[in-house]
């Protein structure tokens, strides 16, 4: 069964070379914002209403336009490749990502539109997917590395040193050892502390250890029953030594995850016995070897029986959504092994769909930031897309309609794939191998540009794909219903 597609070829001039193409890039280091005026004569006019320099060359990842209080307002997305002099150690570059918010004003009835918001967001990989929420209340993510908020250079610089002092490890309030039947707990004290100034309360499953007038040292419940009435306390070398005796109310008494529950202050000590009897235990599962019996029975997984299509090297990718007012992360999702397609606007009131890989399958999904309880709606699949964009080496786009009715893939040169979705035949079909009818058929169309060109541009609508090459724009039309 053949089926033909209409391909359209419209050389380009210098003079429309420059929009397309410049859109195409996307590189500039200024924002412009254009406004269309009716003339007397019905002339088309446009207007600067906004023109500002922003530093360094910037994509326009995602940009939105809303109206708030009967004001209207545009943001938009820049993203950055800059370099990281603090990065010693990694790349030496990070991702910046910056959220502008341009918003109109009135100033002595001159309408115009200054900068209301900048907020910068930096990571370490370029993002899969950001997207503005179409009222400007918050940002979605897909990236491989987190991404967060930066207020300015000095918040910058602090937050740096902030995360280098947490990175230090911090002296614990006390420390404790177990056997079988006891445990000893130390905690240190301040110069010329007395008996009298402390406070020691035991209780089968808890304890309390203050010094007078002050909060707490230790206090919380035990990991498990002790028996209070034996145990005791002592001063030694300015610490406070505890001794606990297990409860004998247990047949056998095992040793103790931690001393008290949920509680990180504390840092337990293995004497040189325990730490021989561990090793003792773990010794089965260690080798001195690299693979000792890799012809065994049953081995876990065979690394030549995978196909590239089911290898993932960023197996991290995370979805976050970033509040726009506290600039704090309040959903997040971790998409494990579902490899990022490609993005794409179903509804141009809504936030732009991204497809993830399922399995085989392809699956489109919605972004619903009016709804956080249920944020994120599966609204397509295509079938055995995941499988079939795999094996693509030189795919440079995916696309999908509004309709969802085909998958297109573009490769770098000349080639162009179309997967449409499975539709009811109008004739009897039957599968001979498995002696059953068929009800429908998805078909798969190759069309091949007359240009050698490289491929710089690529868009789906309903009934036509256009593919944009450095000399010519190409017209393909896929469905011919309408």
């Given at each position: 069964?053949?089926?033909?597609?209409?391909?359209?070829?419209?050389?380009?001039?210098?003079?429309?070379?420059?929009?397309?193409?410049?859109?195409?890039?996307?590189?500039?280091?200024?924002?412009?914002?254009?406004?269309?005026?009716?003339?007397?004569?019905?002339?088309?006019?446009?207007?600067?209403?906004?023109?500002?320099?922003?530093?360094?060359?910037?994509?326009?990842?995602?940009?939105?336009?809303?109206?708030?209080?009967?004001?209207?307002?545009?943001?938009?997305?820049?993203?950055?490749?800059?370099?990281?002099?603090?990065d010693a150690k990694g790349s030496g570059f990070h991702v910046s990502l910056e959220w502008v918010t341009i918003t109109e004003v009135d100033k002595e009835d001159n309408q115009r539109y200054e900068i209301f918001k900048r907020?910068?967001?930096?990571?370490?990989?370029?993002?899969?997917?950001?997207?503005?929420?179409?009222?400007?209340?918050?940002?979605?993510?897909?990236?491989?590395?987190?991404?967060?908020?930066?207020?300015?250079?000095?918040?910058?610089?602090?937050?740096?040193?902030?995360?280098?002092?947490?990175?230090?490890?911090?002296?614990?309030?006390?420390?404790?050892?177990?056997?079988?039947?006891?445990?000893?707990?130390?905690?240190?004290?301040?110069?010329?502390?007395?008996?009298?100034?402390?406070?020691?309360?035991?209780?089968?499953?808890?304890?309390?250890?203050?010094?007078?007038?002050?909060?707490?040292?230790?206090?919380?419940?035990?990991?498990?029953?002790?028996?209070?009435?034996?145990?005791?306390?002592?001063?030694?070398?300015?610490?406070?030594?505890?001794?606990?005796?297990?409860?004998?109310?247990?047949?056998?008494?095992?040793?103790?995850?931690?001393?008290?529950?949920?509680?990180?202050?504390?840092?337990?000590?293995m004497d040189s016995s325990q730490c021989s009897a561990v090793a003792e235990r773990l010794m089965h599962l260690t080798s001195e070897e690299m693979n000792p019996n890799p012809d065994k029975e049953n081995p876990p997984c065979?690394?030549?029986?995978?196909?590239?299509?089911?290898?993932?090297?960023?197996?991290?990718?995370?979805?976050?959504?970033?509040?726009?007012?506290?600039?704090?992360?309040?959903?997040?999702?971790?998409?494990?092994?579902?490899?990022?397609?490609?993005?794409?606007?179903?509804?141009?009131?809504?936030?732009?769909?991204?497809?993830?890989?399922?399995?085989?399958?392809?699956?489109?999904?919605?972004?619903?930031?009016?709804?956080?309880?249920?944020?994120?709606?599966?609204?397509?699949?295509?079938?055995?897309?995941?499988?079939?964009?795999?094996?693509?080496?030189?795919?440079?786009?995916?696309?999908?309609?509004?309709?969802?009715?085909?998958?297109?893939?573009?490769?770098?040169?000349?080639?162009?794939?179309?997967?449409?979705?499975?539709?009811?035949?109008?004739?009897?079909?039957?599968?001979?191998?498995?002696?059953?009818?068929?009800?429908?058929?998805?078909?798969?169309?190759?069309?091949?540009?007359?240009?050698?060109?490289?491929?710089?541009?690529?868009?789906?609508?309903?009934?036509?794909?256009?593919?944009?090459?450095?000399?010519?724009?190409?017209?393909?039309?896929?469905?011919?219903?309408?």
């Open positions: 069964m053949q089926e033909q597609i209409g391909l359209l070829q419209t050389p380009l001039t210098d003079f429309n070379k420059v929009l397309p193409h410049f859109s195409s890039f996307k590189i500039i280091n200024f924002l412009l914002f254009l406004h269309l005026i009716i003339g007397i004569y019905h002339t088309q006019l446009f207007t600067i209403m906004f023109n500002e320099e922003l530093g360094s060359p910037f994509v326009i990842a995602h940009s939105v336009s809303f109206v708030k209080s009967d004001v209207h307002s545009v943001a938009g997305l820049l993203l950055r490749v800059e370099k990281d002099e603090l907020r910068i967001l930096q990571g370490k990989s370029v993002p899969h997917y950001a997207a503005i929420e179409p009222d400007g209340d918050g940002l979605m993510i897909v990236s491989y590395k987190p991404f967060r908020f930066m207020q300015d250079e000095e918040n910058q610089l602090e937050k740096k040193e902030d995360g280098k002092i947490a990175d230090k490890k911090r002296d614990p309030v006390y420390y404790w050892q177990q056997s079988e039947d006891d445990l000893t707990v130390t905690i240190h004290l301040p110069q010329d502390i007395t008996k009298d100034d402390i406070q020691v309360q035991f209780s089968p499953d808890h304890i309390f250890v203050a010094l007078k007038s002050q909060p707490p040292l230790v206090e919380g419940k035990l990991c498990s029953s002790i028996d209070h009435e034996s145990c005791t306390w002592i001063i030694r070398d300015n610490s406070t030594v505890l001794f606990l005796k297990k409860s004998s109310l247990f047949l056998s008494r095992p040793m103790w995850p931690e001393l008290i529950v949920g509680d990180a202050q504390g840092e337990f000590i065979n690394a030549q029986e995978l196909e590239e299509c089911d290898i993932f090297l960023e197996d991290s990718t995370s979805l976050c959504r970033f509040d726009g007012n506290t600039l704090k992360i309040t959903h997040v999702v971790n998409l494990g092994s579902n490899q990022y397609l490609f993005s794409a606007v179903v509804d141009p009131k809504e936030m732009p769909c991204f497809c993830l890989r399922h399995d085989i399958d392809a699956i489109l999904w919605q972004p619903r930031s009016d709804q956080p309880d249920n944020m994120w709606e599966h609204i397509a699949t295509f079938n055995a897309l995941g499988y079939v964009q795999a094996s693509k080496q030189d795919k440079k786009f995916t696309a999908c309609p509004p309709n969802y009715s085909y998958a297109a893939i573009c490769e770098c040169l000349r080639r162009v794939f179309i997967y449409r979705q499975p539709t009811p035949l109008s004739t009897v079909l039957y599968n001979r191998k498995e002696g059953r009818q068929v009800g429908q058929v998805a078909k798969q169309l190759v069309a091949t540009l007359e240009a050698s060109d490289p491929i710089l541009g690529f868009q789906a609508t309903n009934e036509r794909l256009f593919v944009l090459t450095t000399k010519s724009l190409f017209l393909i039309k896929v469905n011919t219903e309408n």
